[in-house]
């Protein structure tokens, strides 16, 4: 891999290609709104590859219309990375990741009212020997607070530009962009003597890291600093191993100071620290003592010990409701639309294999999944929202000692919420947990949270259950509830269990900044709705759109003679074959062949059982009426004459379907999450597997009950 | 005569205090140091959770979360 050259400081030296730029800076410090102000729409996010972190990369423009790339690195508080993320960010700065670039410059982005520990990072960053642009950001945020910020002081101190900035407003946007177009750029002369009791140990890591790992002398110094800090700088995926030389230097210091009591890392730390601190008594003004601000006026309810529960309580229900009725509307239309697309291929087509395919593969396969889209994109509107006001570090620190039961934190909390409506959102929304452990329990037990795909199911069984024409509300509600509960169990009970056996680990930390209080930015909610929206949509292209054609190949092949019905077609097609093939395994759950066809379909998305129900009895079922439905599933009878739909099967496949793995997206977006199959498949076959048994011990024990 | 010092955890809820002794080893810790907390710095605990765990506390300006099994590690010095 050929890394740029090492940018020099003189004019002539001006990068000849697009220049690159590094966005860098703490959580919470408006980076994302920065970037959005600066890139626009023109913003390009993918993944790195061998980790799920985004890649989000942009294109500026300077002052004389170059284009300019800026690179959005996740938000981290120190280069000794903690999380995959932060693990990035650090690689790509040091030019360890062989799939980007090493950034030609650093764009370091500080909150203005928390200059001490944003200051922190870009001590750090320093120390890589890069031209740095600081953007001092919420600057308007500072002077209500009451602070006055000396940026000409800091600019003469840090020896580096210094651009005052307002993101949400615009403010400062100019300025920066004309600092960013200077085809030379100063290195910062901020000078920082290391402690004398680490200083050899940091020039002998140096040097051999500069011999024998053959790194640039400032980057190699930098380097040195990070291994003295970072505890897993040595075993870290997407770099490259270090020279066993350096590894053996780095021990024999590290054993001299453990036994001389020297901690090594904490002084560097108070050192810095130290420095920042200079800097800030030069910088920063306090005009007298602020009183509470908005902000903690605002967690004096949203954290109390009573009306805190009362406002978690009120979000959620609102994100239900509106998930709930917003949706619905232009859920029907999408299903409108599809169906007005079927029609008009129907129309448009002559009959045949061909106009199948697309008719009820395609657009029936595809739009049953986009159908969800609705949903979707509330779901990521609201979570989005959460984040950008703060309200998100509140539910997360409110809710952490109900997780930590389990051995989760907090931070899994949204994400198993989210999967009440839909899976597919809550595992992408689980990127905010920094251990990868916690995650990967996060993301194996949310699909087992019921989502809204598993309602209609749900109801059909209620309505077949209950006798009578009417459901009685407060059985429906009961029933219901026990499905929900069972569920939310079930995710509580596996998430312990994996916690203890297949992904032990320590109990996660709780360290989580509680930013003020902030108006929404609508914009960056509806970018970031529209990303998560948008990769969704690419799934459902690919994955979904392969798996819809094999569903749709599985009912429709082998062909039934001309002029049967299509109840007979099912029956002896692939899919009625499998249901047969099927039914030794799961008849002792009470189910036979016809129910078994309805479980391999609804592998497309949960609620097609009903539909293929209404195939396979022959009974037209509509979304809001199913009455014929129930009437002919009422009637159908085993061989032997016996009711196939007997309240204790209904219950059965209730319980089978809350924890059985059903839903191609999941599976799909799983495996996106995790990077490969292993935890899909696994996923797949410990859900269905725990589903089969349940199913079994309910179906058994309540026939030898009497039933 | 140094001045006594209790750990983090037990100190009453809305009262400052000034950090005296860190733990040296631990993940928890460098991250806690290098988000600022250090011997010297002045610690408020703003309030625990609902449930009691975790604890929030105001550091430099800003307001953090941590879980109690960190806090009691963290010896600090209530103002007079």
């Not at chain 1, 423009?61 to 000794?80: E, F, K, N, R, W």
């Not at chain 1, 040195?224 to 490259?240: E, I, K, N």
Request: overall charge positive.
């Amino acid at each position: 891999m050929a890394l740029p050259p090492h940018v020099s400081t003189g004019p002539s030296a001006a990068p000849a290609r697009q220049p690159v730029y590094a966005l860098v800076g703490n959580p919470n410090c408006g980076k994302s709104t920065l970037f959005n102000a600066l890139t626009g729409l023109k913003q390009k996010v993918g993944n790195y590859p061998g980790v799920t972190v985004e890649k989000k990369i942009g294109t500026t423009y300077s002052q004389h219309g170059q284009p300019i790339t800026v690179i959005d690195l996740p938000g981290t508080y120190s280069l000794a990375a903690r999380s995959p993320d932060e693990a990035v960010t650090r690689d790509v700065l040091l030019g360890r990741r062989a799939d980007t670039a090493q950034p030609d410059r650093i764009l370091c982005i500080v909150d203005a009212t928390n200059l001490e520990r944003n200051l922190y990072l870009v001590h750090q960053i320093l120390d890589l020997g890069r031209p740095v642009i600081l953007v001092v950001n919420m600057m308007d945020l500072a002077a209500q607070a009451g602070l006055t910020l000396r940026l000409a002081r800091l600019e003469h101190e840090l020896g580096l530009p210094v651009i005052a900035c307002e993101a949400v407003h615009g403010r400062g946007l100019i300025e920066l962009k004309l600092a960013m177009s200077r085809p030379d750029l100063p290195l910062s002369r901020h000078a920082w003597d290391v402690p004398a009791a680490i200083a050899p140990a940091v020039a002998e890591l140096q040097a051999s890291l500069t011999s024998n790992d053959r790194k640039s002398p400032l980057i190699a110094r930098a380097e040195a600093l990070l291994l003295l800090t970072d505890q897993d700088a040595l075993r870290v995926a997407g770099s490259t191993p270090l020279c066993p030389r350096t590894v053996e230097i780095l021990e024999s210091w590290k054993k001299r100071w453990a036994a001389e009591g020297t901690d090594w890392a904490g002084t560097l730390v108070a050192s810095r620290y130290e420095a920042i601190g200079h800097l800030a008594t030069a910088v920063i003004q306090t005009s007298g003592t602020a009183g509470p601000t908005t902000s903690d006026r605002i967690d004096a309810v949203v954290t109390h010990q009573l009306w805190g529960w009362l406002v978690l309580g009120g979000v959620m229900t609102l994100l239900f409701l509106s998930i709930f009725t917003l949706a619905e509307t232009p859920m029907n239309w999408i299903d409108d639309q599809a169906a007005a697309l079927s029609t008009w291929v129907k129309h448009a087509m002559a009959d045949g294999d061909l106009r199948d395919l697309i008719t009820a593969g395609v657009i029936g396969g595809v739009g049953g999944v986009v159908k969800f889209l609705p949903q979707i994109l509330i779901l990521y509107f609201f979570i989005g929202l959460l984040e950008n006001t703060g309200y998100m570090a509140r539910a997360a620190f409110i809710m952490d000692r109900l997780m930590s039961r389990v051995g989760l934190n907090g931070k899994s909390f949204i994400p198993l919420l989210s999967s009440y409506a839909c899976a597919i959102p809550g595992i992408m929304a689980t990127r905010t947990i920094e251990e990868p452990k916690d995650r990967l329990v996060t993301i194996l037990v949310a699909p087992l949270m019921s989502c809204s795909a598993r309602l209609p199911v749900y109801l059909l069984m209620i309505a077949a259950l209950v006798p009578g024409d009417r459901v009685p509300l407060a059985t429906k509600v009961v029933i219901m509830i026990l499905m929900y509960a069972l569920g939310t169990f079930g995710a509580f009970g596996f998430a312990w269990l994996f916690k203890r056996t297949l992904l032990r680990g320590a109990p996660p930390l709780m360290i989580m900044e509680l930013p003020p209080y902030r108006l929404p930015r609508l914009r960056d909610v509806a970018l970031h709705m529209i990303e998560r929206a948008w990769i969704f949509l690419r799934r459902a292209g690919t994955v979904i759109l392969g798996i819809s054609i094999v569903l749709w190949f599985l009912s429709a092949y082998p062909k039934a003679p001309a002029g049967v019905t299509d109840q007979q077609q099912l029956a002896q097609s692939f899919a009625g074959r499998a249901g047969h093939a099927l039914e030794p395994i799961i008849k002792p759950l009470g189910f036979d062949w016809q129910i078994g066809i309805g479980l391999i379909s609804s592998f497309a998305a949960r609620e097609v059982f009903v539909s293929t129900m209404g195939v396979v009895f022959n009974a037209e079922a509509k979304d809001d009426d199913t009455t014929p439905l129930r009437q002919a599933m009422l009637n159908a009878k085993w061989p032997d004459g016996r009711s196939l739909f007997t309240p204790l099967t209904c219950f059965s496949l209730m319980i089978y379907y809350v924890f059985a793995m059903q839903c191609m997206s999941t599976i799909a977006v799983v495996k996106r999450e995790t990077n490969g199959w292993e935890w899909p498949v696994f996923q797949t076959f410990y859900m269905t597997g725990t589903a089969w048994i349940l199913s079994f011990i309910v179906f058994q024990a309540g026939r030898a009950l009497g039933f | 005569m140094p001045a006594p010092t209790i750990s983090l955890s037990t100190l009453p809820i809305g009262t400052t205090a000034t950090i005296r002794e860190f733990p040296k080893i631990g993940a928890a810790f460098l991250r806690l140091r290098e988000m600022g907390l250090l011997a010297g710095t002045p610690v408020t605990l703003v309030r625990a959770a609902p449930l009691g765990d975790p604890l929030e506390i105001k550091i430099r300006g800003y307001h953090l979360t941590l879980r109690k099994s960190e806090a009691e590690h963290i010896l600090v010095e209530p103002a007079a």
